[in-house]
């Protein structure tokens, strides 16, 4: 189905010309599978950090957390992330569906009864995101791109929705450095399909040294 911007802000990828950037791809993947292979030897000593707090916390609980989500094509895969919810979130979050703060096909609140302690800091300075990394090295995500969506996200998605999962998605993207979590996911979209059709190498850099900002000074992650 083809799309036009339109005065409601509708925007179009152009599926055939993102698949025949080969040269920014292939550019990509490389700079993906060398940074992420760095910053997983780098930060091991944060991994280490975070590991025994949450340890500490809970005793009991895991360390990581991985998630069902979907990525380029619709394609599923298994993402990491440090835990940061008591071990039955899952099962508690049918009871919590009725507050979402957010509009559209996305789930959000910012007092999340599910958050721990040290879950509640790592979210705030997006810790909890740095095991992505493992992700990124198997090619299953890049650094930059769209967030990944859970299954249940995406069966409410229009096709005009799922031009984001035309590309892999991102640790980071441009709806997370800019607005976050104080738009909905109609403006979520937007911004994601707009990096798809403005994205680069010069584009990619600029997104990951914002992002290295939002590390320093949270914009509002939760």
């Not at 910053?39 to 500490?56: D, E, N, R, Y």
């Not at 009991?60 to 071990?87: A, C, D, L, N």
């Not at 290295?212 to 939760?222: H, I």
């Amino acid at each position: 189905m083809e799309y036009s911007e339109s005065k409601v802000g509708m925007i179009a990828i152009d599926t055939e010309y993102q698949r025949h950037r080969y040269t920014y791809r292939i550019t990509k993947r490389v700079f993906d599978f060398i940074a992420s292979l760095a910053g997983l030897i780098l930060l091991s000593p944060v991994f280490l950090i975070i590991a025994i707090a949450i340890k500490t916390e809970d005793p009991r609980g895991p360390i990581f957390y991985s998630q069902v989500r979907i990525g380029r094509h619709q394609g599923k895969f298994r993402m990491y992330k440090f835990r940061s919810m008591v071990v039955n979130a899952d099962t508690m979050l049918k009871k919590l569906l009725n507050k979402n703060e957010v509009n559209g096909a996305m789930f959000k609140i910012k007092s999340d009864p599910r958050v721990t302690r040290v879950g509640e800091f790592i979210r705030k300075y997006s810790l909890d995101e740095l095991p992505q990394l493992l992700n990124v090295l198997l090619g299953q995500m890049s650094l930059v791109g769209p967030r990944p969506p859970l299954p249940r996200e995406v069966d409410e998605y229009t096709e005009y929705d799922k031009q984001r999962l035309t590309v892999k998605p991102g640790c980071t993207g441009l709806w997370q450095v800019t607005v976050r979590n104080s738009v909905g996911f109609e403006e979520m979209a937007r911004l994601d399909l707009n990096y798809i059709n403005k994205r680069g190498v010069f584009f990619d850099l600029y997104i990951l040294l914002k992002t290295v900002t939002v590390f320093v000074k949270p914009n509002g992650a939760y």
